[in-house]
């Protein structure tokens, strides 16, 4: 099925089957937990069997969810399930071959996503680029199906949209997105406490990391882009874990006059990935992103490609200097 479905006929899916396997995107960021949380508690609460992989396991700054234990890697040999569902993942691939494997004998895949690069690769697809988040998403598929809405799924999916929205600041947050945080709270989330926990509350092994970041900080002639770069090696001489660098960019985004702000970061075995983030929808970086073979957002996009380091930035630096 090439075409999107509508919410109800997602229903249809979600109460006709039993067992489910929840997973989401290497490298899993707060909307990708989120949205496997929020999901999956909801689904338990329904009286249904619910597995959550990740090819990456659970970060350790999410590990104060409710239920975050349940995140798991996936298995090596594949348990009968009846659905695949595929969050927040814009490609099948980002998913890990682990996770593939382990999903061999679904009867059907799910696609839930808000990625506009994402071309519909389950057999049944609800993705809606005009979200600001695949939590909230979620939250309203369980709204229209009437499907509980435990403590658990609830926090999880306002982490979830926090995250993907800078904390409710980007421009893809909607009216509908404060409407969806205020029934939340009205349902008993615990906004100070839980932004405490998702924001203030990092290792001091970040903040070391974020010093060797500033020392390769470079601006373009023009002012206009600010990169830096993350070698490998730091992962060993600092003890960093995946999520780390989480939310990093940001910061050089922030810098007056900068258009679009990117962290090139060698990953172990030579591979780079990029991360790329726009103030401008002139600089549409999803676009600049799929031309080597990434995806994403038109203001916040990623890529994996070929070393080493010094090609994979002229590369991108140049593709970049070319929109603008």
């Known amino acids: 099925m090439n075409e999107n479905v509508s919410i109800a006929e997602l229903g249809t899916w979600l109460e006709k089957y039993q067992t489910f396997a929840l997973m989401s995107h290497m490298r899993p960021d707060g909307d990708a937990i989120g949205s496997q949380l929020g999901l999956g508690l909801s689904l338990e609460a329904m009286g249904k069997t619910v597995h959550y992989w990740n090819v990456d396991g659970l970060p350790e700054s999410l590990a104060f969810l409710a239920g975050s234990e349940?995140?798991?890697?996936?298995?090596?040999?594949?348990?009968?399930?009846?659905?695949?569902?595929?969050?927040?993942?814009?490609?099948?691939?980002?998913?890990?071959?682990?996770?593939?494997?382990?999903?061999?004998?679904?009867?059907?895949?799910l696609n839930i996503d808000h990625h506009i690069s994402n071309p519909l690769y389950g057999d049944v697809n609800y993705v809606d680029a005009t979200s600001p988040a695949t939590g909230q998403i979620v939250y309203e598929i369980l709204q229209q199906l009437q499907m509980p809405l435990p403590a658990g799924s609830r926090d999880a999916i306002y982490v979830a949209v926090s995250t993907d929205t800078g904390s409710f600041q980007y421009d893809s947050t909607t009216a509908k997105t404060y409407r969806m945080a205020a029934d939340l709270v009205d349902r008993g989330l615990k906004v100070g406490e839980i932004n405490a926990k998702t924001y203030?509350?990092?290792?001091?092994?970040?903040?070391?990391?974020l010093r060797a970041l500033l020392n390769t900080l470079e601006l373009s002639a023009c002012g206009k882009v600010a990169h830096w770069q993350m070698l490998d090696q730091w992962r060993e001489d600092l003890a960093l874990q995946p999520d780390d660098?989480?939310?990093l960019i940001d910061m050089i985004r922030a810098i007056r006059g900068v258009q679009v702000a990117v962290f090139f970061e060698e990953l172990p075995g030579g591979k780079i990935r990029v991360s790329m983030r726009s103030k401008d929808r002139s600089v549409?970086?999803?676009?600049?992103?799929?031309?080597?073979?990434?995806?994403?957002?038109?203001?916040?996009?990623?890529?994996?490609?070929?070393?080493?380091m010094s090609v994979a930035k002229q590369q991108v630096l140049a593709a970049i200097d070319e929109v603008l």
Do not use: Q
């Open 70 to 109: 349940k995140i798991t890697k996936p298995p090596e040999e594949a348990p009968e399930i009846d659905v695949a569902i595929a969050l927040d993942t814009a490609t099948r691939v980002r998913l890990g071959e682990e996770n593939l494997l382990a999903a061999a004998k679904a009867k059907v895949w």
């Open 200 to 209: 203030d509350s990092h290792p001091y092994r970040r903040i070391e990391l």
């Open 245 to 247: 660098s989480e939310g």
């Open 284 to 308: 549409n970086v999803c676009d600049i992103a799929t031309r080597f073979g990434g995806g994403g957002h038109a203001l916040a996009a990623g890529i994996r490609m070929a070393g080493p």
